[in-house]
């Protein structure tokens, strides 16, 4: 009960002080740019970029052309060497691990400065769902993101998941609610994870749960189900299943939290019993709200929770958090929408049909249009300067003046099924690999991704007839293997089964032709026409003359 009133006093100070930005938005955004160039200003970056003479954001972008993360990879490598004041006159204690378009994953600099400002968004995040939900801190929270650090940098610097991050900077009075322990977000084995979290959080009565992928929701509560006569043995006798890949430090540090518990694990043999299937609804049933994204192809997860989870429990988006920055507050529990998080980075946008025009116009907030979709540029706390993150928001509306927006997809080149990000040059790398160790010969491919199914389904046209089921289930797992090794997010989903497993479809001789003509016939332009190699969208499927499963 204390942590509500203390999240409720923080957070209502907080707010009170945010909102009044709403009303002036670019005003807020032109004072948070300048501050932050003039701190920097004496840095490698701001001396190569001359932030001691920018007046304005005119000569902003004239000094700092705007690029995505090759054009900073310099920089951080200087980082890693030692130097210091590079991008931030405050040195980095930390950095954030992405994915990239190549098989050197992002490291994403995190200053304390930037680190405070999520923290701050993320305390109002919890304050606003307190304010429309009073009885989410009623009991226990669980949630389950990625180890804030996930190995160390030769300088000694920790890399780690952004979403481990939010969870260490929270409010420690609402840690003292969570019913894991850091250590347990740090399993490398995925479904001794899940166990293991389910171990510990059955016992108790859940008011919140939250895990920024939806899937994983569901792979838990498949994990209870499957393996309920195991957990509710474990809670009976207060023991954990020697069976799991849990290292003896973690089974010593977890011998406080593990007592029998009978009464608990009668209840769950008598829901288990009563219902065949062992579900949320049966054992959480005090569960408030759910927190998770609900943008882009991950709002289509959302669909299976109904299966688990109590039909009609509220689901609150997280707000469009990337590995770059937390841009925006959810304030409603309506869509994946919310406030453009004015007062913690500096924005521009390009409209997503003059992306590729040779001089785009580039945009603040306060010239967005309600309905239309944009590009978006950050300058950020952590060092990112017009840092292009290639993702697409539309804005839904305005909260006073200050826009709303959404995450809608990924921009070219990338698909994102469950936050792996995959790049169209991984998948050309992948592809050209297992080629060559199944001496293959392809004519075309063309890669779908499959939001339903959330898998990668290759489309293969060879320059002969390829017969053996063997070679081509070979060329899939080196695909699988290749995409894994280039790709740390890949690996991770599929690891943890987020992610299915790719298939592969042998097609008829002529497909990609005919895929071709197909567009011309729709009235495409010859001289303009260019088939993405990584597509959401499956065609010629009458030319399947074989599917080989992983």
């Excluded at 799991?244 to 977890?254: G, H, K, Q, T, Y």
């Excluded at 050209?432 to 199944?438: L, R, V």
């Excluded at 002969?464 to 070979?474: K, P, V, Y």
């Excluded at 290749?482 to 089964?497: D, G, T």
Aim: charged share 25%; glycine share 6%.
């Amino acid at each position: 009960m204390f942590a509500k009133y203390a999240l409720a006093f923080f957070g209502q100070r907080l707010w009170r002080q945010f909102e009044p930005l709403t009303v002036s938005p670019q005003a807020t955004q032109k004072q948070w740019l300048m501050s932050m160039l003039h701190r920097n200003q004496d840095t490698m970056f701001g001396r190569a970029h001359s932030f001691a003479e920018i007046r304005s954001l005119e000569d902003y972008r004239t000094s700092v052309p705007w690029g995505d993360y090759e054009s900073i990879r310099p920089y951080v490598q200087a980082i890693l060497e030692g130097k210091k004041r590079v991008l931030t006159a405050e040195a980095p204690f930390m950095f954030n691990l992405t994915s990239g378009t190549t098989d050197k994953p992002k490291l994403i600099p995190v200053t304390r400065y930037a680190a405070r400002m999520n923290a701050r968004l993320t305390t109002l995040w919890l304050y606003r769902t307190l304010v429309d939900h009073p009885h989410v801190l009623g009991h226990t929270f669980l949630f389950l993101a990625s180890p804030p650090v996930e190995g160390y940098t030769p300088g000694g610097l920790p890399y780690g998941s952004a979403s481990g991050l939010a969870l260490t900077t929270a409010p420690w009075l609402l840690k003292r609610q969570h019913v894991i322990s850091d250590a347990v977000l740090g399993i490398k084995d995925y479904d001794a994870k899940y166990y293991l979290t389910m171990r510990l959080a059955l016992e108790h009565r859940l008011s919140f749960i939250t895990s920024p992928n939806p899937s994983t929701l569901i792979r838990l509560a498949e994990t209870a189900d499957t393996r309920k006569e195991e957990l509710i043995r474990d809670i009976r006798n207060g023991t954990l299943s020697r069976s799991l890949d849990v290292c003896a430090n973690i089974r010593e540090s977890l011998k406080g939290r593990l007592r029998p518990n009978p009464r608990r694990a009668h209840e769950l043999a008598r829901y288990a019993e009563q219902h065949t299937i062992l579900r949320p609804r049966d054992y959480w049933p005090d569960l408030q709200v759910i927190g998770c994204w609900k943008g882009g192809t991950l709002g289509l997860q959302l669909t299976k929770l109904d299966r688990w989870f109590s039909p009609g429990t509220p689901i609150r988006d997280l707000g469009y958090r990337a590995s770059e920055a937390h841009c925006s507050l959810p304030i409603s529990d309506s869509g994946a929408e919310g406030l453009l998080a004015i007062h913690t980075n500096f924005y521009e946008f390009i409209r997503e049909e003059e992306r590729d025009k040779a001089n785009p116009r580039v945009l603040t907030c306060d010239e967005l249009r309600p309905g239309e979709s944009y590009y978006i540029l950050l300058t950020t706390a952590g060092g990112l300067y017009r840092y292009d993150i290639n993702d697409i928001v539309r804005v839904t509306g305005y909260y006073r003046n200050t826009p709303v927006i959404e995450f809608l997809r990924k921009g070219r080149d990338v698909a994102n099924l469950t936050g792996e990000k995959v790049h169209v040059t991984q998948v050309i790398q992948a592809v050209q690999q297992a080629q060559d160790d199944a001496q293959l010969c392809l004519r075309h491919f063309r890669v779908v991704a499959d939001v339903i199914r959330c898998r990668y389904e290759f489309m293969l046209e060879f320059e002969e007839t390829c017969s053996s089921t063997e070679r081509l289930s070979a060329f899939l797992a080196r695909v699988d293997e290749v995409l894994a090794q280039v790709n740390v997010e890949y690996l991770q989903k599929r690891r943890s089964r987020r992610l299915g497993p790719p298939c592969l479809h042998v097609m008829k001789h002529g497909w990609f032709e005919r895929t071709v003509r197909g567009r011309l016939q729709q009235g495409a332009r010859d001289a303009q026409l260019k088939l993405s190699l990584l597509t959401e969208t499956k065609e010629g499927v009458e030319d399947i003359l074989l599917t080989i499963e992983r």
